[in-house]
């Protein structure tokens, strides 16, 4: 549930029949851009309101790099972790900050909403931690002196960018802001 007054949320691909995967294409310069994209194309061919994110890390000493490219740096998260640190060696400036966005889109009424969230911190100097995933065991989120992988999901779940972007979200849906969106 997505708010306490029962906005229920379902997998897309568990709704849709086996064989029908889809895939969309995360080709947008920015966050807002290829999640608004996802939750367009999902609302369309599911027929109803869709709810898409997407994510990413950016290292102010990298010019704020990888940023939407954070998952498609290296084949896997360890190797990811390793691009990271190689480009940051040398580098005393280790702020960084993990940044959502969560779009909402409603095919039926043509609305929208739209919600970002950033979680600022620093990269460590090497990883450690078992929880979470990603950059988790190289991000110490600002106030704290871990990695969030040593912190675990209820610290995660407090100040993750996604958790800031959902609650923003969720505030919206609340006070029933949607944006209207005119197609031309």
Do not use: Q
């Amino acid at each position: 549930m997505l708010l306490p007054g029962g906005v229920n949320l379902l997998f897309g691909p568990d709704i849709l029949p086996p064989g029908h995967l889809m895939d969309v294409a995360e080709d947008s310069p920015s966050y807002a851009g290829n999640a608004m994209k996802k939750a367009f194309f999902w609302a369309l061919r599911l027929g109803m309101a869709a709810l898409a994110d997407d994510s990413g890390l950016e290292v102010r000493s990298l010019g704020w790099a990888p940023g939407v490219m954070s998952a498609r740096v290296a084949p896997d998260d360890r190797s990811r972790i390793d691009w990271l640190l190689e480009r940051l060696e040398g580098f005393a400036d280790r702020r960084a900050r993990f940044v959502a966005a969560l779009a909402l889109f409603d095919a039926g009424r043509g609305t929208w909403l739209l919600a970002e969230g950033f979680c600022p911190g620093v990269i460590s100097s090497g990883p450690s931690g078992d929880h979470g995933f990603g950059y988790d065991p190289v991000f110490v989120p600002e106030g704290y002196e871990k990695p969030l992988a040593i912190l675990g999901p209820d610290v995660k779940s407090r100040v993750s960018h996604r958790a800031i972007a959902a609650g923003a979200l969720s505030r919206m849906l609340e006070k029933g802001c949607m944006v209207e969106y005119g197609f031309v």
